[in-house]
């Protein structure tokens, strides 16, 4: 035996060392227009499984098989250089500095979201939406809500009882919608996404969206699909960057810089870094001033709301390793003004407060050409605390009295994530992770102090045929503290390359959503609300089918013109949402109500060029009637009630004036419903149509001074008319529906100066 194994070695070192005479190293260096070296951009040579990355100082060593080969170059932002070289056996090729040409168009061509690293949009299994650095800025936006709500698929709804507003995905609402900042969960205290307005606009350099549930990568809560928002983080080399931002802007008629009238808000970051250490931080302030609109007295519809945000940052990178930790905090005041008491003329006023400490420590390590470790660890504290005050009529203020005036519930999530990701070969690879989830809460409006802990781990092959066919499929393996997860949750994504022109994407996922610690554990009853969590609480599930046939009609350097037909169709089982208690009818508590499905299409074409960024798309989205699996009890009717939505954007830059001109615009159509407020009695309730539209200016005066100012909400949209009869409660559905306060002006100035 032992014999053997000694035979055994002999002939593989034999052919080790005999592949090794056949091998030969390539060596060269990759450079940005300014001469700095480009770190961890990629190289590889075409058709092989054969690649690296750059270092630090931008070279890269290669080591591969004599022969012709076309070695390709690039980088995230840059365009690809190609050359062709030829290795000899046991001999160095060395290969003259290559320069990479910065190219805004190629930064969309990155995604991450969902990726075991980062892959270009056309190799990507996932269907991913990007919305860039350059639409952000020109859009003019204070907050997420105005560079999301003209995508397609996405609506806003706004509770101007709590001054709150939520998102749905194609026809899912907030709790269904995983929101990610640099990967990472965000937050929320509830259903409610409001971690969405909670995060710094200015430390945006993309967005991307992935439609479709993504519990295997992911976990609870990304049944409808992931919003992933990705940070500024500065370039390689030596520099200094100082920013700043000024923007004001109307509330419909309503402004006054003085007396707080509109919306102010003011922004200044600091980067500083060198090859290998970079520290930053940024402060924003964003006051609203709400907005009186039909309300009389002291009453505003829209409220008040002041928030300050602050992020600092600090990064760490070697050659092979990096290591980053972020700090993102908020400290927000939402403010409701109440009428006066005509006896005794005390207002009953409130200040809903918020406060969010968001710690991230992420770190990267390259072991090898094949394998490469990432790991997270994030800190959440987070807290919503009522202030009630009474005012009289010399405006002295008291606290008040009354029970759960003066409520706080606090938050806190520890979350873990690991990833290892092996190329095993050039047509296999394998990414493999681990996941740790603590929620805990307490406060006032919770019962006790709960906990809930969530462990998984999950495994996604990718198996590939040359750039003809990739397949992913996907297990998640979960272990629940509180509830029975279920053992396996499987998905399978691939991507067939139909032509040179034409791919074709198609998913299947199984979703999981265990119940919040709110759903579960909230305990509210004052005089005006009476709602209980439940701890009988079932966890959602789903069965989720996607395609997507992708037409490049062009797809060059400086022009690209691309074309996405879509399809899907969830089925979503004990659906979470709240209802009359059976036990006690007096009481609201959350149900399991019923089934839900989704279907629809999408059509979506993109158009991007040196100067000109178009896109033109719609969709026809269809909603689960819950009351037509029961014609014996409620009649003939249809399974599915539909919407349509219609957008389109354009940016167009002159280049020799050094201005730019946008135009957002948004059809979001009738959005019907039918309801029974007594299980017997049918009604279709609808709300109405509207159409919604952003036009912005910007010029470019110097070198860092840029001047921005628009229109947003050019139809004046404010309520919508809304048929339903459901009008009972603080948080009804019937009534007008609140959308906005009406068409604003703003004008801005940003401000970057950059040492190098």
């Known amino acids: 035996m032992r014999s053997a194994s000694t035979f055994l070695c002999l002939v593989f070192s034999t052919v080790g060392v005999f592949a090794q005479m056949k091998e030969g190293i390539i060596v060269g260096k990759l450079i940005s227009k300014e001469g700095v070296g480009l770190s961890q951009a990629n190289v590889f040579l075409k058709g092989t499984s054969f690649g690296t990355a750059s270092n630090t100082d931008g070279n890269f060593s290669l080591k591969v098989p004599a022969g012709r080969y076309k070695l390709i170059a690039k980088n995230l932002g840059n365009d690809e250089k190609q050359i062709d070289i030829v290795v000899k056996a046991g001999e160095t090729t060395a290969i003259s500095d290559i320069q990479l040409v910065e190219n805004p168009l190629s930064l969309m061509e990155m995604v991450v979201t969902g990726q075991s690293e980062p892959q270009s949009l056309r190799n990507s299994v996932y269907q991913v ?61 509830g259903s409610t996404r409001e971690s969405l307005g909670q995060i710094d606009i200015n430390s945006i350099e993309r967005i991307e969206i992935v439609e479709g549930p993504m519990s295997v990568m992911y976990g609870t809560d990304a049944l409808a699909g992931v919003i992933n928002i990705i940070t500024k983080k500065g370039h390689t080399g030596s520099n200094l960057i100082v920013s700043a931002r000024l923007q004001e802007e109307s509330a419909g008629k309503e402004y006054n810089a003085f007396n707080k009238k509109g919306t102010h808000n003011q922004s200044l970051g600091l980067t500083w870094q060198n090859q290998h250490l970079q520290f930053s931080g940024n402060v924003s302030r964003n006051n609203f001033g709400g907005w009186k609109g039909s309300s009389t007295g002291r009453a505003l519809d829209w409220m008040p709301k002041n928030q300050n945000l602050y992020s600092a940052g600090a990064r760490y990178t070697a050659n092979k390793w990096n290591i980053w930790y972020r700090f993102n905090g908020t400290d927000e005041t939402i403010s409701y003004l109440g009428n006066r008491n005509p006896i005794t003329l005390i207002a009953a006023d409130k200040d809903y407060i918020t406060k969010r400490w968001f710690h991230q420590l992420q770190s990267e390590y390259k072991a090898s050409e094949r394998l490469s470790l990432n790991g997270v660890l994030s800190y959440t504290d987070y807290s919503r605390r009522t202030l009630s005050t009474h005012v009289d009529a010399n405006d002295r203020e008291t606290l008040s009295l009354d029970p759960g005036s003066q409520d706080e519930s606090v938050f806190t999530t520890t979350f ?10 050039g047509g296999f690879s394998v990414l493999a992770g681990i996941d740790f989830t603590d929620n805990r809460s307490s406060g006032a409006r919770i019962k006790g102090t709960p906990r809930i802990s969530e462990y998984a781990v999950f495994l996604a092959p990718e198996f590939k045929i040359g750039e003809i066919f990739r397949l992913t499929p996907g297990l998640r393996f979960m272990k629940n503290s509180v509830y029975d997860a279920p053992p396996v949750i499987p998905s399978l994504n691939g991507k067939l390359t139909l032509s040179k022109t034409l791919d074709f994407r198609f998913g299947y996922a199984r979703g999981f959503r265990s119940p919040a610690l709110r759903e579960l554990y909230f305990d509210f009853h004052d005089a005006s609300h009476s709602i209980s969590g439940n701890l009988n609480l079932k966890a959602e599930y789903s069965n989720s089918f996607n395609s997507f046939l992708v037409w490049q009609a062009a797809s060059r350097p400086h022009l690209r013109i691309s074309s996405t037909l879509g399809g899907f169709y969830n089925i979503f089982n004990n659906l979470i949402d709240t209802g009359v208690d059976p036990k006690s009818p007096t009481e609201t508590t959350y149900l399991n109500i019923h089934l839900f499905k989704t279907t629809g299409i999408t059509l979506d074409n993109k158009l991007f060029s040196k100067h000109l960024q178009a896109s033109l798309g719609g969709s026809y989205i269809g909603r689960y009637n819950q009351f037509s699996d029961h014609p014996e009890q409620f009649g003939q009717l249809p399974q599915f009630v539909w919407s349509t939505e219609v957008n389109a954007n354009v940016l167009y830059t002159f280049s020799k004036i050094r201005t730019g001109i946008n135009l957002f615009y948004k059809y979001s159509g009738k959005r019907p419903t039918y309801e029974s407020t007594d299980q017997v009695n049918i009604n279709l309730a609808e709300t109405e149509g509207f159409h919604t539209t952003d036009l912005t200016i910007n010029k470019t005066i110097g070198k860092y001074v840029n001047l921005l100012g628009g229109v947003k909400n050019l139809f004046n949209v404010t309520t919508l008319t809304n048929t339903s009869t459901d009008t009972g409660g603080a948080h009804s559905a019937g009534g007008a529906v609140p959308m906005s306060y009406g068409r604003s002006w703003f004008l801005g100035l940003n401000v970057q100066w950059s040492k190098n």
């Open 129 to 189: 939406r990007t919305i860039d650095s350059e639409r952000i800025r020109m859009r003019g936006a204070t907050n997420l809500q105005t560079v999301l709500n003209t995508e397609l698929g996405i609506r806003f709804s706004n509770d101007l009882t709590l001054g709150t507003s939520d998102i749905q995905l194609m026809g899912m609402s907030g709790q269904n919608v995983k929101i990610l900042l640099d990967g990472v969960p965000m937050v929320d205290r």
């Open 416 to 425: 873990f994530r690991g990833t290892a990701f092996y190329k095993v070969t």
